[in-house]
């Protein structure tokens, strides 16, 4: 009786000491207003994300990737049997569902089908810098590729296995803006990503970071055979009006090294590029990637005023000079 008297005045006591607490501290009026209580608030936030992930949610409900996908991923990954069922819980009438049609007699690649010395067999319609009359236009072996994310976001795992993955499919990986890594250079193609870090090949000048020719040249002619195309990008829905950081816990030495930085800082990207400031000089920029490298030269941007693209598309049909592709950011955000 003894023991229990103890255990529940000590418990007693640490609740008077929160709530002393909770009522003092000024830093949140929840838990001023309701002390001891408002701490449940926040615990069934935590809790709230799992339970209607596990219990309420169905399998294709949640976004970006639904139980069903996840558990698809996870199979695979491990070896697992990951065949559907003819029964499906997918919304076949659902716009935007992607089909496979069938066909009578469908075709059968060879065992060496990705061939890169045979234009034959390449899916992907478009030879990107043609009509740019790049001197060295690349033609995707594939219409599903890798899109950009960078080394630092992901793991070094994670972009090995993509590159090699890349490889051995015959698609690209693009690097994302945080620089060209090792694990990039593993024998898939990769298209560079130059964002406004201009990390890989740029340099920082009184706080800001500025394109630097000299180390773009070396990237880009002599760090990598495999580099197929750039990518200039402009903006991107998961940083709507600002630009990315990428925090100092994160910024290892290897890290800061590929992207030209100090290390152990917190490193920010910038909404805007110092390269260029309106059209005009953005055609200039690409221009000169191009005659640089040879390379095809494209940008990645979400829509939004459309002012900068009517000038773009009147720049680009009367003087033939401007990106050889775009990449349209959705929007949804991501990172």
Same mark, same amino acid.
């Not at 007699?105 to 390449?122: A, K, M, Q």
């Not at 594939?142 to 972009?159: D, E, K, P, Q």
């Given at each position: ?175 994302? #803006? ?9 024998? !898939?193609?990769?298209? &560079?990503? /130059?964002?406004? %870090?201009?990390? =890989? ?109 009517? #000038? ?9 000079? !401007?990106?050889?592709? &775009?990449? /349209?950011?959705? %929007?949804?955000? =991501?990172?």
């Amino acid at each position: 009786m003894n023991t229990l008297l103890l255990i529940a005045s000590i418990a007693v006591g640490m609740l008077v000491i929160l709530f002393i607490r909770d009522f003092t501290q000024k830093k949140n009026s929840v838990i001023r207003n309701f002390p001891v209580m408002g701490h449940f608030r926040y615990i069934l936030i935590k809790l709230g994300a799992p339970i209607r992930q596990y219990l309420i949610a169905s399998n294709r409900e949640e976004l970006p990737f639904n139980r069903s996908q996840r558990n698809w991923i996870d199979k695979s990954a491990n070896g697992d049997n990951n065949y559907e069922g003819f029964g499906t819980d997918k919304d076949l009438y659902n716009p935007g569902h992607v089909f496979i049609n069938p066909k009578m007699f469908p075709y059968v690649p060879e065992d060496d089908h990705i061939n890169r010395t045979d234009p034959s067999f390449i899916p992907c319609a478009k030879v990107i810098g043609k009509e740019r009359n790049r001197k060295r236009p690349f033609r995707p072996y594939s219409v599903v590729n890798i899109s950009a994310m960078s080394y630092g976001s992901l793991s070094a795992n994670a972009h090995t296995a993509l590159n090699k993955g890349a490889a051995l499919v015959g698609c690209y990986h693009n690097t994302g #803006e945080g620089g060209l890594s090792p694990y990039h250079q593993l024998g !898939g193609d990769v298209v &560079f990503h /130059i964002g406004t %870090g201009y990390y =890989g090949c740029g340099v920082t000048k009184n706080g800001k970071r500025y394109f630097d020719i000299e180390a773009f040249r070396e990237l880009a002619l002599n760090k990598y055979d495999n580099i197929r195309a750039i990518e200039v990008k402009l903006s991107q829905g998961a940083k709507p009006g600002k630009g990315g950081v990428l925090p100092a816990s994160k910024n290892t030495k290897e890290i800061a090294a590929i992207r030209g930085v100090e290390a152990h800082t917190d490193v920010l990207s910038p909404n805007h590029h110092t390269a260029f400031s309106n059209v005009r000089e953005m055609v200039d920029f690409i221009e000169m990637l191009a005659e640089e490298t040879g390379l095809p030269v494209g940008i990645k941007s979400a829509v939004g005023d459309l002012g900068g693209w009517e #000038e773009f598309e009147d720049i680009m049909s009367k003087e033939i000079r !401007g990106p050889a592709f &775009f990449t /349209i950011d959705g %929007g949804e955000g =991501g990172s």
